[in-house]
């Protein structure tokens, strides 16, 4: 029996009506049929990281983030960078898969949707703090997308044809890189 893929969208920016966000939404309306795709809207619950807070019970919001990312079979990342790397309210979400397993050996990828010439230092720390979580980066699943405001329609999706494409190319690279192994704790 073949299992669906369920791909984890993670958006870095807290910015309402963000490109990143928008690019993971579009994303979810372009995903190929045999893949399922989840939103994670909780980046702003989450508390400061504390390894002090890292036991059980864990904080609600980690523990329903890192449920989220252990029922995922992958990981899909699109966030903006700030002053040359990752704004602190993802890196802190990072911070906080640190001291859990969930996504060791998970195939994780991310979109770059940074103007031309941007983006690189986010890109950078998202591979330092993945190696240190031993994620499995999917390489041929990165790509560098450049959005901008316009391309976004009323509804929050991108319009642009060779951007919708290049978006279901991505969740398609991902989802076979996942072998379609069903993700851990599903049936």
């Known amino acids: 029996m073949t299992t669906v893929p369920v791909l984890l969208l993670l958006s870095g920016s807290l910015r309402r009506g963000s490109v990143n966000e928008s690019v993971l939404r579009t994303a979810q309306d372009v995903a190929p049929a045999q893949v399922r795709t989840v939103l994670y809207e909780g980046l702003a619950a989450l508390p400061h990281f504390n390894p002090d807070d890292d036991t059980d019970p864990l904080p609600a919001p980690v ?75 999917v390489e041929s699943a990165c790509a560098k997308i450049p959005v901008h405001h316009g391309m976004v329609g009323a509804d929050g999706l991108i319009t642009d044809p060779g951007v919708r494409e290049q978006l279901s190319k991505v969740l398609r690279l991902l989802a076979e890189s996942c072998g379609r192994a069903a993700p851990t704790g599903q049936a």
Do not use: M
């Open 63 to 137: 523990a329903e983030l890192r449920a989220a990312i252990r029922d995922a079979t992958a990981v899909l990342i699109c966030a903006p960078e700030y002053a040359g790397t990752l704004p602190g309210s993802f890196k802190n979400l990072l911070d906080w898969t640190i001291g859990g397993t969930e996504t060791s050996d998970k195939p994780v990828a991310w979109i770059n949707a940074a103007a031309p010439g941007r983006g690189q230092g986010a890109e950078a720390t998202l591979r330092t703090v993945l190696g240190h979580t031993d994620a499995d980066i």
